[in-house]
């Protein structure tokens, strides 16, 4: 076991609003008790892993299912025949630069689930398939597109700040809510395609979501099974929409469907570090200010802890997971492992400055100690120790980002993401 000890950079004890009846938050790095990080490359038997072929073939697959028995639980291999539906094709989306297919994707043996609506936009105009970014919204795909013309979804909503949910409901004030942080127009500008779809279409966000979600239609005997041990949560149900994505994008011409960033948010980006993790045909994996349950260090006790999330949002996870409430030590697995199941392939983590909530540090730390596997592979992380100044990126293969700002995904961010994707696909 590696010993880390904690670091000084001593800040006040700050209350989070939303928790404020929970013990405030920590944010002093030298109250962090000292840790060690599970092994990356030590088998489940203690040997050493010592190459990249005993990673992928040994290796991998325990610390794989290690995240699904203690964390995300497992994803069901089985869901029988994938339907896809176009339900609209527009030929001037983004003002006139974009095509737009919306697609239902069902499930022929589950009619009961309505389906995912995907969204497609693609570049007009171009010579051959185009690399794709692949990620899930907080709301309809009336929220993610400034244009006014989507239908409203119906489904569960939760209501936000300024996202326009009345009731549980979008509204007509939900469009355009998400579009700055969807950079449709620049990415599409720069030749990438963007696939978006409601994570609500899987699973409704909430602790009995489940119920009138996938997972209860996927269930053995229907919605009203308790989840077990070990069962999936929400973020497993969220992710494996962005794998049937990624099969529609196959069968998509316009989409080289070897070239697939999976990108997400906050609560979205663990679920895309996550889909990453299972879906080697993500190539690029992007952790937007994913925080705890994410890219962020647990046994650091930064911000947001095991005891909290597993508290407010006991759906995201399997029911394991919250064993290690204030037991982070016991847990076999810890973020930089999360990071290390994409290895060799690209992962790109963000952080904002102003989100101490994520654990800025205990993000960077992360890709700092998934490092280990990618070099099995020849592959350069982020060629730096300490985390990097505000705006100034740093890294290869594994890049990271502290943007000066909130939580929040913008336009720097996907500034960062593109370029990112472009190098690493030879796009
Ligand atoms: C809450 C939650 C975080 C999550 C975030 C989000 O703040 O505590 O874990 O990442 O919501 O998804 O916006």
Request: aromatic fraction near 10%.
């Amino acid at each position: 076991m590696r010993h880390l000890s904690s670091l000084g950079c001593a800040l006040a004890l700050i209350p989070v609003a939303a928790f404020s009846q929970q013990k405030p938050a920590n944010y002093d790095e030298s109250a962090i008790p000292p840790y060690s990080l599970p092994e990356l490359l030590k088998s489940d038997s203690g040997n050493p892993v010592t190459t990249a072929q005993e990673w992928t073939a040994l290796r991998r697959p325990q610390v794989l299912a290690l995240f699904q028995k203690h964390v995300f639980g497992k994803t069901p291999a089985n869901w029988g025949k994938v339907v896809y539906e176009t339900l609209s094709v527009k030929t001037d989306a983004l003002d006139g630069k974009a095509i737009r297919k919306i697609v239902r994707i069902s499930l022929a043996d589950y009619p009961h689930w309505p389906g995912l609506e995907l969204m497609l936009h693609l570049p007009k105009n171009t010579q051959k398939p185009v690399p794709c970014f692949v990620g899930t919204s907080f709301g309809g795909n009336e929220a993610v597109t400034p244009d006014t013309d989507i239908p409203l979804s119906a489904r569960w909503m939760r209501p936000g700040k300024e996202n326009g949910v009345v009731d549980n409901r979008s509204t007509e004030k939900s469009r355009g809510t998400e579009k700055d942080r969807w950079q449709l127009a620049l990415a599409v500008s720069e030749g990438f395609a963007v696939a978006t779809y409601y994570c609500g279409d899987v699973e409704p966000d909430h602790a009995e979501g489940w119920k009138t979600g996938l997972r209860g239609f996927l269930s053995k005997d229907g919605a009203g099974t308790e989840w077990k041990e070990g069962d999936w949560g929400a973020i497993g149900a969220w992710a494996w929409g962005l794998s049937r994505i990624a099969d529609f994008l196959t069968t998509e011409a316009g989409v080289d469907a070897k070239k697939l960033a999976v990108v997400g948010h906050s609560r979205l980006g663990k679920t895309s570090l996550w889909a990453g993790a299972q879906d080697p045909r993500f190539g690029v994996v992007i952790s937007n200010n994913s925080g705890e349950g994410g890219a962020a260090i647990m046994r650091r006790n930064i911000g947001e802890t095991t005891a909290v999330i597993t508290k407010a949002f006991p759906h995201w996870f399997t029911k394991t997971y919250s064993n290690y409430s204030h037991n982070e030590a016991a847990c076999p697995v810890d973020s930089h492992m999360l990071v290390a199941l994409a290895a060799p392939r690209s992962v790109y983590i963000a952080s904002a400055e102003e989100d101490r909530w994520a654990d800025p540090k205990g993000e960077f730390l992360a890709g700092l100690h998934a490092q280990p596997v990618f070099t099995l592979f020849g592959k350069k992380g982020y060629g730096v120790n300490e985390q990097p100044a505000p705006n100034a990126p740093t890294g290869d293969t594994i890049r990271y980002h502290i943007r000066t700002g909130k939580h929040d995904i913008t336009r720097y961010d996907w500034e960062q993401y593109l370029p990112f994707a472009r190098l690493q696909f030879g796009s």
